[in-house]
């Protein structure tokens, strides 16, 4: 069974570009998260799609959004780059909304 | 919005010891509690659960513990060997909901 695959592995932008990161989940899975990873904080909560709609965003700004696809794969969109958005940005999937399964990440640098 | 806290960054044990590592959260609707571990240039591999109607669960050498009461769990590894060394978060989601992680802890076994 093929793993949550995350693409691409890194990405380097500069400030004001847009960034977008693609994940595909486990198959069968419906649900997808995304988490970012800022150099010395935790996981933290983007977004969470489910069926194709957004169920819940964090604590993060508009320009942060992102969209499930009909074979439940996803899309993060990082507009308007800014220094501090550089991170590793993980997605996790899930069939039951209790245990995720996450890629190996992004790892997006803006400069 | 820190709904899941580990405020250890690091842990060192020896070889042998037992490695405990801590999370509180605040979010009295959480239900469900997991442990995942993450290598370098990885994403976290999920580790262990608990459900919230339990206040143990062993799985070989690890074992987490939940205290509803105080909004406290732990992971007991026992006895800690040098591949344990890695980043161990703390998750928690209630029913229906999206997982919060804690900031992590960094676990180091000493040979």
């Known amino acids: 069974e093929a793993g949550v695959t995350q693409s691409p592995t890194h990405l380097i932008k500069t400030r004001g570009q847009q960034a977008t990161l693609r994940c595909s989940p486990i198959?069968?899975?419906?649900?997808v998260y995304w988490y970012q990873q800022a150099l010395g904080l935790g996981l933290q909560f983007l977004l969470w799609?489910?069926?194709?709609?957004?169920?819940n965003r964090g604590n993060f700004p508009p320009r942060f959004s992102g969209r499930q696809f009909p074979n439940y794969s996803s899309e993060l969109n990082v507009n308007a780059l800014e220094l501090e958005d550089s991170a590793l940005y993980l997605c996790?999937?899930?069939?039951?909304?209790?245990?995720?399964?996450f890629g190996n990440g992004t790892r997006l640098t803006v400069t | 919005d820190q709904q899941v806290k580990q405020n250890s960054p690091s842990l060192s044990v020896q070889e042998g010891r037992i490695s405990i590592l801590n999370c509180d959260y605040t979010n009295s609707m959480f239900d469900y509690f997991l442990w995942y571990k993450k290598y370098p240039a990885e994403g976290p591999t999920f580790l262990i659960s608990?459900?919230?109607?339990?206040d143990k669960n062993e799985d070989g050498r690890f074992t987490v513990f939940l205290n509803k009461s105080a909004k406290h769990l732990s992971l007991h590894i026992v006895p800690s060997q040098p591949g344990d060394s890695a980043v161990y978060f703390c998750a928690a989601s209630a029913w229906g909901n999206d997982m919060r992680f804690g900031a992590g802890t960094r676990l180091t076994v000493k040979p």
């Open positions: 608990i459900s919230s109607i339990k």
């Open positions: 198959s069968g899975h419906t649900s």
């Open positions: 996790a999937s899930s069939s039951n909304r209790r245990r995720v399964h």
């Open positions: 799609y489910d069926e194709g709609e957004e169920r």
